[in-house]
């Protein structure tokens, strides 16, 4: 069995930052790509960064310059710093990985439950 918890969500003030962890557990064998995905209020699911096992990364045009995905391989972790945070990256924060565990032989993408993450003065 493969879990994915969030955490570090809250409520920030516009220009603040946070820290978003997703960590893995379970009888896990290898996680290839690992991302992060947002849903405000009304809205459909966003990508906001992926990063690969290798450590490449990408990110959608509204994060950029503003959010760091990273990860800790050891720690089967990925992370997202936000700074200069905005009153509409006001959304809940899920994280997914591509995970292939001890007990499949097939890579299947997991998500975590969401964490909230609300920016307002």
């Known amino acids: 069995q493969v879990q994915l918890v969030e955490s570090g969500g809250g409520w920030v003030q516009p220009g603040g930052s946070l820290r978003l962890s997703c960590a893995a557990s379970g009888s896990i064998f290898r996680i290839n790509g690992m991302g992060w995905y947002r849903q405000a209020p009304g809205k459909q699911r966003e990508l906001v960064a992926t990063?690969?096992?290798?450590?490449?990364?990408n990110y959608s045009d509204s994060v950029k310059g503003r959010f760091t995905i990273s990860r800790d391989n050891a720690k089967n972790t990925a992370y997202l710093q936000m700074n200069s945070l905005k009153p509409e990256d006001t959304a809940v924060y899920y994280c997914?990985?591509?995970?292939?565990?001890?007990?499949?032989?097939?890579?299947?993408?997991?998500w975590g439950q969401g964490t909230q993450v609300t920016v307002s003065s």
């Open positions: 990063i690969t096992s290798y450590g490449s990364t």
């Open positions: 997914n990985g591509e995970i292939r565990s001890y007990s499949s032989y097939t890579t299947i993408t997991y």
